[in-house]
């Protein structure tokens, strides 16, 4: 071994602090420390050597011969035949060359490259990547410094290259021109044509592709998918990363039996605000004989420094319209992510001091109507303000441990008269201000507790004379209630295994006297689901237009099994029921008093006895009719890694009965042993998967909702083949057909299957997960 240009390394290498270089070699990201040494100073570095023979001088040229290696820093030269001027740094390479450079590696006949400047050309090469694993040939190579690689007449993909002269992956991008840019981690790639199988799908001038993670300018695969309602829909969208902390995306999309679509989307960063902006616009639809627009926009911002030893004012904007009422139905999948046909739109601002905060907005909402299934809309709130205190543990009456709180809000509501779902152009609202104290107190001891708790809710009503309610009104209502339970423990066991077992009776006592309320408006008052929460809450109504007059006792009891090593829960159950003491008098417009003295009886359980499945159960059941009013079964069983299956039946008697079955399996494990898995590559190539989430109706017999296709892994590819039928009213569904082939390391082609299935299949896995970025080393020669 031979060492050229000195032993060791120059003394600023080693303190990089004391030489005049020392600024010159700080890191940038993703950048070697070689790659930031200045031309002159790696002149300097040492140069290793070896060889079965060797000729030359010293600081002359030096050749050679038989297993020839030069070595220097993070580039690695073999070769039979080496010549290498110590003078400029030109090396030329024969006869098996092998050059690696921080991992990157290229293998070849002959080569020429300065190892000072990093320039240079490769013949007839073969070569792999190292971050992506990404491997190709091509007719030369040249090396254009450390950064960029300019690859002629080329072929790349990420599939493996198996041992031998040929080489045909199943995908394959063949071009006349590959750059590989190091600093913005692109490829670029002109005249180039993406092969599938040996078919080409895909050509264009320019393709551009990613060499890691890291964003970049450029289009992103097209999308294609097939609708029953918007026919053949291609979308070819382009992305701009204007700046580390905004970037924007513009997606045009030709739909067959609609038109053309232009969406958007820009996203901003900063330290003190966030925000996305997305729109939608379609002139001329076919289907509507209109223009069709959406427009969804979210900021959030903090509009100050913290003031006074509080917090920064707060400043949260949320904005959603559309064009017309059958947008929802028409786009379901479009910008605004309808689930419903409520948009809400908001501009509020908040701020808070210790105990203190004040926090005040416009709220409305732009309801699409249906005029054979029209909703009544929620009020606006233009505007609503509130002050808030909330100061717990203090000291009342010589005894530590009371919290305190006490909320006002004054709020103008504002709707639109309906007529058949369809605005009259008549308004309806008024003023409401409430204020609610509350004072409570926990006492609690190890195995018990017991909470006391008083409030006083006051309203004053300002109303509109249209609404046949009184002009004005006040209402003061107070309520006391006490909460208590007990905890009893002991040890037991089962099935051999050892726990700790719980029985918990609660006590629950409120008290609510009977104000009338029947001619207050209800601005935003409404019935509380039957839930264990509500049976255990102070009032049967939510929002604060109704105050029910419940006075009643609640009586549930609970038990769970602990693991007595980890404290996890495995089991759980409760029953739990409320005895009115008096009627209720005070309902919900429309409403009838409530006169049954108990109430439906509540069953809820849970089980994981193991981490692979849970089950869950929550029954109501009228113990007078003796039948089950509302019945949620569910389970869910994970038995491994992309293994997952989940089933709920629900039934609300006289309402609805619907079944939901969600799944992902790996085919192989239906029929045999299932693969282990791999590290970020699931459970590695050649494996099927099956994936799908169904919602049936079983008194209509028919599918509501269906979300089912296969997965499949070829190692360097992913494809998808996805179903998707959602109902866009009683009467009519739309449905589509999308097809997506994922290639690792380059792109995604076709339709965005992967997102409709990450969005409805419950614990869905990605067939990629992240993994380690690899370093030079991994591929060290």
């Not at 309602?229 to 067959?256: C, H, K, R, W």
């Not at 992967?754 to 380690?772: M, W």
């Amino acid at each position: 071994m031979l060492a050229l240009g000195g032993a060791c390394a120059p003394s600023w290498a080693q303190n990089t602090g004391a030489g005049p270089d020392a600024a010159a070699i700080r890191l940038k990201s993703g950048e070697s420390l070689i790659q930031q040494v200045p031309t002159e100073v790696r002149k300097q570095l040492p140069v290793f050597i070896w060889g079965e023979s060797l000729e030359g001088e010293m600081d002359g040229v030096t050749v050679m011969q038989g297993g020839a290696e030069l070595r220097r820093h993070d580039t690695v030269i073999r070769a039979d035949r080496i010549e290498h001027d110590k003078r400029t740094g030109e090396t030329k390479a024969q006869g098996n060359v092998l050059i690696n450079r921080n991992g990157d590696r290229f293998t070849g006949p002959d080569a020429e490259v300065n190892v000072n400047s990093h320039w240079g050309h490769f013949n007839q090469p073969e070569f792999s990547l190292l971050k992506n694993e990404g491997k190709g040939d091509a007719r030369r190579v040249d090396f254009m410094g450390d950064d960029r690689t300019m690859v002629h007449d080329g072929r790349y993909s990420t599939c493996p290259r198996p041992p031998g002269s040929t080489w045909m992956p199943d995908w394959i991008v063949r071009a006349s021109s590959i750059e590989l840019d190091r600093v913005e981690d692109v490829g670029i790639a002109k005249s180039g044509v993406i092969e599938f199988k040996g078919v080409p799908i895909l050509a264009a001038p320019i393709l551009s592709f990613p060499l890691s993670d890291q964003r970049k300018t450029g289009a992103l695969p097209p999308s294609l998918s097939i609708s029953t309602q918007s026919g053949v829909e291609l979308s070819t969208p382009y992305y701009f990363n204007i700046a580390p902390n905004y970037d924007a995306t513009v997606t045009p999309t030709l739909m067959t039996k609609r038109g053309l679509d232009l969406s958007g989307e820009f996203r901003y960063l900063q330290p003190g605000y966030t925000g996305n902006l997305r729109t939608s616009y379609m002139p001329s639809d076919k289907l509507r004989d209109d223009d069709r627009w959406a427009v969804a926009y979210r900021h959030n911002h903090q509009l100050t420094r913290p003031i006074g030893g509080g917090s920064p004012i707060g400043l949260r904007v949320n904005l959603n319209k559309v064009s017309d009422d059958n947008y929802w139905r028409d786009f379901p999948r479009t910008i605004t992510s309808l689930t419903s046909r409520l948009l809400h739109n908001e501009v509020a601002l908040g701020w808070g001091k210790g105990p203190w905060s004040v926090s005040g907005g416009m709220y409305r909402y732009q309801t699409l109507q249906d005029v054979n299934a029209p909703i009544t809309p929620p009020f606006d709130r233009l505007p609503s303000i509130g002050f808030s205190y909330e100061q717990p543990n203090q000291t009342l009456f010589g005894a530590p441990g009371w919290d305190l709180s006490l909320g006002t809000n004054v709020t103008r509501f504002q709707r639109a008269v309906l007529s058949a779902g369809v605005p009259t152009g008549r308004e309806i609202g008024g003023d409401r201000s409430v204020a609610v104290a509350q004072i409570a107190r926990r006492w609690q001891a190890p195995g018990w507790y017991v909470t006391p708790k008083a409030r006083v809710h006051m309203a004053r009503y300002s109303n509109d004379n249209t609404t046949g309610s009184t002009v004005s009104a006040t209402r003061t209502v107070p309520t006391v209630s006490i909460d208590s339970g007990l905890v009893f423990e002991r040890p037991a066991e089962f099935f051999g295994t050892s726990y700790i077992q719980t029985l918990e009776p609660r006590a629950f006592a409120t008290w609510t006297p009977f104000r009338d309320q029947s001619k207050l408006p209800n601005y935003d008052s409404g019935a509380r689901d039957f839930n264990y929460s509500s049976m255990f809450a102070e009032h049967a109504f939510s929002g604060n237009d109704r105050i029910s007059d419940t006075r009643a006792v609640t009586v549930g009891v609970s038990s769970r099994l602990l693991d007595s090593e980890t404290g996890a829960e495995v089991v759980r159950l409760g029953v739990a029921q409320r005895a009115l003491l008096a009627d209720q008098n005070v309902t919900l417009p429309r409403g009838t008093p409530v006169t049954e003295r108990l109430s439906d009886t509540l069953l809820a359980g849970r089980v994981q006895w193991d981490p692979l499945w849970s089950l869950d159960a929550n029954v109501q059941y009228n113990t007078k009719t003796r039948e089950s009013r509302r019945t949620t079964l569910g389970g869910r069983y994970t038995p491994g890694p992309y293994k997952v299956l989940s089933a709920a039946y629900r039934i609300q008697k006289g309402v609805s009965e619907q079944l939901d079955l969600g799944w992902q399996w790996p085919l192989s494990g239906i029929w045999g042993r299932t693969p282990e898995p791999v590290p970020g590559r699931a459970l590695g190539p050649g494996q099927w998967y099956g994936v799908g989430r169904l919602n049936y109706s079983m008194p209509d017999r028919k599918l509501i909702d269906v979300i089912a296709g296969f997965e499949y892994d070829a190692g360097c590819w992913l494809g998808r083949v996805v179903l998707e039928r959602l109902q866009t009213s009683s009467n009519t569904s739309d449905r589509r057909i999308l097809f997506q082939l994922e290639f690792n390391g380059f792109s995604k082609v076709g339709g965005s299957s992967l997102q409709s299935i990450q969005a409805n299949v419950p614990k869905y896995q990605y067939l990629r997960e992240e993994v380690v970025q690899p370093n030079r080393f991994q591929q060290y020669d």
